[in-house]
């Protein structure tokens, strides 16, 4: 596609439940790499692929978050037994290479833990 | 461990004038620094790329430069409009470490 793809663009979630927020970078990038943005702050790095591997998860908050990105293109960021304090908007963007070329983001998808 | 600051928090001007919004990084290690924008609910767009090997970038009416000795660089708008209205942020990398964000206001 033109530019990254995320979906949903809104999900409410019961606390406890388990989401799945899809990511799909521009056709060819390498490097993909997931955010998570309070209300008023700046983004902050959850995990980072080049490619199918995953080589930078240090931002992850806990280990009810579980980045994927099996075949190297599709990536699913998953949060199991949601809480409230996971309420954010949740942003992938993909670079070409590596990490020093320009890296385009998605519209986001803003989860709402209830 | 890189922290990114970004000064000010908020600005507001009017129509017209030409503006500096200010970016500090704790460490000079970094691959390249992007500046981007983000409007209200929607996605973060990017406005320039400033490789750790450059001084600056422009496009249009923005300049932007990078000061890696002092940590530093700056989003210069020239003439600015009310459609420049939106929160800068800029980010180092690697992996994009993020600042707070400039929200900018620009009064017709």
């Known amino acids: 596609g033109a530019g990254v793809s995320q979906s949903p663009r809104y999900k409410v979630a019961k606390r406890g439940q388990d989401v799945a927020l899809r990511c799909d970078p521009i056709s060819g990038h390498v490097s993909l790499f997931w955010y998570q943005q309070a209300l008023g702050q700046g983004p902050e790095f959850l995990t980072y692929?080049?490619?199918?591997?995953?080589?930078?998860k240090s931002g992850l908050p806990s280990d009810r978050f579980f980045a994927e990105r099996p075949e190297g293109s599709v990536s699913t960021l998953k949060i199991q037994r949601t809480q409230q304090e996971d309420s954010a908007v949740y942003l992938c963007a993909s670079s070409f290479n590596d990490m020093n070329t320009e890296a385009f983001f998605g519209q986001g998808t803003r989860l709402t833990v209830v | 461990k890189q922290e990114v600051t970004q000064i000010p928090a908020a600005l507001s001007v009017p129509e017209g004038e030409n503006l500096v919004l200010n970016c500090s990084f704790t460490d000079s290690a970094i691959y390249n620094l992007q500046w981007f924008r983000q409007d209200p609910g929607k996605g973060l767009t990017s406005l320039l790329l400033i490789q750790s090997s450059q001084r600056e970038q422009t496009s249009g009416r923005l300049n932007a430069s990078l000061d890696k000795s002092s940590g530093r660089s700056t989003l210069y708008i020239a003439a600015s409009q009310p459609g420049d209205s939106a929160t800068y942020l800029c980010a180092v990398g690697g992996k994009l470490i993020f600042g707070q964000g400039t929200e900018l206001s620009v009064k017709p």
């Open positions: 692929f080049q490619n199918e591997a995953q080589l930078d």
